[in-house]
């Protein structure tokens, strides 16, 4: 690492032209290729998956392009009244008529009846494109939006639901991103009272995440990777690239207050606190990486980009940032700093003030504040109880947007389950199957949940054929899942008896039940690997059988109180709608999974930096109650700070207004700040005086057995330790605490 330091260092100028070039380059390119995102949730195998592959097979991929839907709505009249009809009508030719549009299927024709509702104050039209809506380009997309709202009147409303309506609601990721970083700055000058320092942490992080926000774009087109890929990347990238920097700064900074030059500082920081950061950046790459071992096509793009994300702020923040440290010089220590240092030399620094009352206080009454961090962990955690898997539709849009409007009508007019119609494809084999596939639809209007059931449609050979039930529940009801499960396991089985016909439930809804029942039943699996890997880590650096158990078992409390919090907001809608993220509903599949990956490994980012310190003092004193309070008391502050500017990161992605990634934003954020602020000062540091020596209890014959690695390099260690040395901690205030 000192190597890598003292290169960047002396090519400064070339370290950082190779950056920008890098960046400029990745974005040039990705803007050249353009998106190729995909929201894949057929998982192969699933009956989902066979009921797609079977109607692609049959009508040789001949569903076309997506289809939105045209909604209208009055309160006085009805929709056939003549005045209505006409206006729609020439709107409908209109639409019809736009680029990218293939087919437009009203309800004022012969066979358009069931397009209208019953009382005739809603109908609809069917509006299909010649591509998917992946593919569209959003000025076509915005065109036909903006064509069919013009039809609204005084008395008519008219809305515009679907893959491409929902295009054009998309927004910018520029507002939550800015906001992040205005947050960050203001934080990261308020502990470094340098202007100079507290940029370097954001030019690091912005650069390295904006490399990695081109080079998904073009991951895009090698593999399928999701949407909200690049956001999520985004949304991790910034927040643990401006902590990375911000630790490596701050080491940084105390090697000047120490008499260092410039150059010896930031070598110094990288070569210790930058080895630091690569085994966090490892410890989050590894977790991420995990996903990979559900064999989830969705989920691997996805794995695969945070990742890429985080390889590149770690290399930014151990390259990049040494060559503008070197750059900056010794203005990384603010006026006040720097005329300290040139009148009374360099002086050792003490934990001291606040961090060092509260890590005394803790030591006094570890039982009570560690019992109280309990309680709290356990009560967030309860409504994780009642979690709630499934996917989000349009129905959990903003109440204003044009795709939720659209969606409650169509409910309100022909009830929840036209939302959500399950389709079922059959492989047909003879005239028996033929005969049974006539009489399936007689059967399903008799079965209980299905509101009705469409006529059966055959391919060109007669050997495939499908239909359309509609439920008589919403979507992401428990009740349209259950409805599936009878489906399959019961009436259809009796159709098929005495046959060799097969029918396989599909359509939208089901791939989410079955996306969702996959991840499930690897979630145990998938878990138990990320943990494993993340204590077999912090055995090796810490030799201790306690500290990866304990931190193991932090990870999980802090998971599920933030999923506490997210089934709150998300789930139970407490506040979902005045923060403009649409109305309750369940809580994504694939949401456990990412959040495990990011919250373990960026929990052991903290975990790193606080047992490390208090790793060093037990080495040199085998004085648990030392160790511990001295570790305590010197890390607290950064890791403060450090989780004080994630949390403003990932709480400003709220404003994206895409409740996906607000879903993650406020996940990640609240498992931060318990993280942060609950756990690693207080709950942690309880146990650890509580349990004394056998914090580092380590057997004998696995200690021998056991590879050593050092997160520092000893001579780093000790030369540390030696300034420390020459003073015990007093209670005056000093200006900076910071850990390494």
Partial sequence: MAAIARWCIRHRLVAVLLWLLAFGGATAASAAAGSAYSNDYEVPGTESGRATALLDAGFHGGRGG????????????????????????????????????????GPYGRDGGAQISRDGHTAYASVTFDRTAETLPKAQAQAFVETARAASAPGLDVAVGGSAAALTETTSAHLSEIVGVVVAAVVLFLAFGSLAASTLPIVTAVISVGTAYAGIGLLGHAMAVADFAPMLGLLIGLGVGIDYALFIVTRHRRGLRQGLTVDEAATRAVATTGRAVVFAGATVCIALLGMLILRLGFLNGVAIAASLTVVLTVAASVTLLPA???????????????????????EPELPTGFAARWSAFVERH???LGGLAAVVMLALALPTLSLHLGTSDQGNNP???TTRVAYDLLADGFGPGVNGPLTLAAKLDGADDRIAMDQLPQLLRHTSGVASVGPVTYNASGEVAVLTVVPDSAPQSQQTSALVDRLRHEVLPKAEKGTSLDVYVGGVTASYDDFAGVIIGKLPLFIGVVITLGCILLLLAFRSI???????????????????????????GWGSELLGLGRSGPIEPFLPVIMVSVLFGLSM????????????????????????????????????????????????????????????????????????????????????????????????????????????????????????????????????????
Avoid at 66 to 83: F, I, L, M, N
Avoid at 333 to 340: A, D, M
Avoid at 613 to 634: P, S
Avoid at 669 to 676: G, I, S
Wanted: glycine share 6%.
């Fill in 66 to 105: 997506d289809t939105d839907t045209v909604v209208w709505h009055t309160d006085h009249g009805t929709v056939r009244a003549p005045d209505i009809e006409q206006r729609i009508a020439k709107t409908l030719d209109k639409v019809a008529k736009l680029p990218g549009v293939a087919q437009v299927t």
């Fill in 324 to 346: 503008l440290l070197s750059l900056i010089g010794t203005r990384a220590l603010s006026r006040r700093e720097r005329r300290r240092l040139s009148e009374h030399g360099p």
């Fill in 366 to 368: 570890p039982k009570l």
């Fill in 399 to 401: 109440a204003k947007s």
């Fill in 546 to 572: 306690g500290i990866p158990l304990k931190a193991a078992a932090m990870n999980v409390a802090a998971v599920a109180s933030a999923f506490g919090i997210v089934v709150a907001i998300f789930q139970w």
């Fill in 605 to 740: 980012d903290y975990q790193v930096f606080l047992v490390s310190r208090m790793y060093e003092e037990w080495l040199e004193t085998r004085d648990n109650r030392r160790a511990v309070r001295v570790g305590h008391a010197e890390t607290s502050r950064v890791i403060n700070s450090a989780a004080v500017i994630m949390i403003s990161v990932f709480l400003a992605f709220v404003l994206s207004g895409e409740r996906v990634i607000a879903m993650f934003g406020i996940a990640l954020a609240a498992a931060v700040a318990l993280d942060a602020f609950v756990l690693r000062t207080l709950l942690v540091p309880a146990l650890m005086h509580m349990l004394g020596g056998a914090n580092w209890w380590l057997p004998a014959w696995l200690d021998r057995r056991l590879p050593r690695i050092s997160i520092e390099p000893p001579e780093c260690r000790r030369a540390t330790i030696s300034v420390q040395r020459t003073s015990e901690p007093v209670d005056e205030p000093v200006d900076e605490l910071v850990g390494s």
